[in-house]
């Protein structure tokens, strides 16, 4: 069955060309010009992917509420924000508000589907049945990799499926330093260094959420991050 993509933006020529270009590869497209129309159908069905513009029509952060909203509905909806602002803090908006990608117009029609079939991919891996092997404990957190789950101290941290790889990538071998370049690979993101200082900030935010003394994220200053169990 094709995966559905919701785009929401409100220049419709843009909303057209994105749509016919999804659907020429494959997928089942539904489109929205605002935040309420979408709003609305996202409470009856979700889609398996959003898309999303930060200005919506008179709504200059309408977007950015949509977000707010989707994450309410589901934690793990794949969320990508698709924008003409390329500034650093619609960037890290975007990114704090749960957001697991964020790009500009500029970006290519193959460089999107990448990043499309990057979040599918990490997605189907919640379908699986989990396996021992599966199941990465280091502490007080354990991984389960199918569900991309995630438990701190018997707590679950809701994450999105980027952050989830990111915490990964440095749970998997804790005390070695990553730096940006390899959370990037490890998360499938193509993003600039300031996106990925947000990412882990969001992180860990999140796990301080569940756990106030929450603090086994180490910055190593010049380097990159590392896990430190305790």
């Not at 069955?1 to 060309?17: L, P, Y």
């Not at 490890?186 to 603090?215: G, M, Q």
Request: glycine share 6%.
């Amino acid at each position: 069955m094709a995966k559905r993509i919701a785009i929401v933006e409100d220049d419709e020529a843009i909303r057209q060309n994105y749509g016919d270009a999804l659907r020429r590869s494959g997928y089942e497209i539904e489109t929205f010009a605002g935040r309420a129309e979408a709003h609305g159908a996202f409470k009856n069905r979700l889609p398996d992917l959003a898309i999303l513009d930060i200005g919506l029509g008179d709504e200059i952060d309408g977007g950015f509420s949509l977000c707010r909203d989707l994450r309410a509905l589901s934690s793990s909806l794949p969320i990508i924000f698709l924008s003409a602002r390329d500034s650093d803090f619609d960037v890290v908006a975007g990114l704090r508000l749960g957001a697991d990608d964020y790009v500009t117009k500029e970006v290519s029609m193959p460089h999107l589907l990448a990043r499309i079939a990057a979040l599918f991919r990490r997605m189907e891996a919640m379908k699986l049945p989990s396996r021992a092997e599966d199941i990465l404990h280091r502490g007080e957190i354990i991984l389960d990799i199918n569900r991309l789950s995630v438990a701190w101290k018997n707590n679950v941290v809701a994450l999105t499926v980027t952050e989830f790889w990111m915490v990964h990538a440095l749970v998997k071998f804790p005390g070695h330093v990553k730096n940006r370049d390899q959370l990037m690979r490890e998360a499938e993101l193509t993003v600039d260094d300031n996106t990925i200082t947000s990412h882990v900030k969001r992180i860990r935010k999140k796990f301080i959420v569940v756990d106030p003394e929450f603090d086994s994220i180490e910055t190593v200053y010049g380097m990159g991050y590392r896990w430190q169990v305790t």
